[in-house]
């Protein structure tokens, strides 16, 4: 069984910073693109940032020049730094990763998991 573990999330100053994480653990043969959404109360959820196997990432405008994702494929392992936070990025953040891997015998590939969310709030 897959899973993905989101770490870091909490209160912090608006222009501070905040480093988010989120391990994938489990039967996995690979990760595809890994990325991470949020979703503010009343908004629908929307992409932060993404990042491919290779490293190329793509970024909300909102968030260009101050949040950067990285990972690191040796630990199944993908990373938002969020620097100088906004009180508008005040949100539930998630992370999701395309991964292919096996349960109850089968090969699964670019099954897409969640993980269970972190608050994040930005105070002015």
């Known amino acids: 069984q897959v899973q993905m573990v989101e770490s870091g999330g909490g209160l912090v100053q608006a222009g501070g910073s905040l480093r988010l994480s989120c391990a994938a653990s489990g039967s996995i043969i690979s990760i595809n693109a890994m990325g991470w959404y949020r979703q503010a109360p009343g908004k629908q959820r929307e992409l932060v940032a993404d990042i491919t196997s290779g490293g190329i990432s793509n970024y909300a405008d909102s968030v260009k020049g101050r949040f950067t994702i990285s990972r690191d494929n040796a630990k199944n392992t993908v990373y938002l730094q969020m620097n100088s936070p906004k009180p508008e990025d005040t949100a539930v953040y998630s992370c999701?990763?395309?991964?292919?891997?096996?349960?109850?015998?089968?090969?699964?590939?670019?099954?897409?998991?969640w993980g269970q969310g972190t608050q994040v709030t930005v105070s002015s």
């Open positions: 999701n990763a395309g991964l292919t891997h096996y349960s109850g015998g089968y090969l699964y590939r670019d099954d897409v998991y």
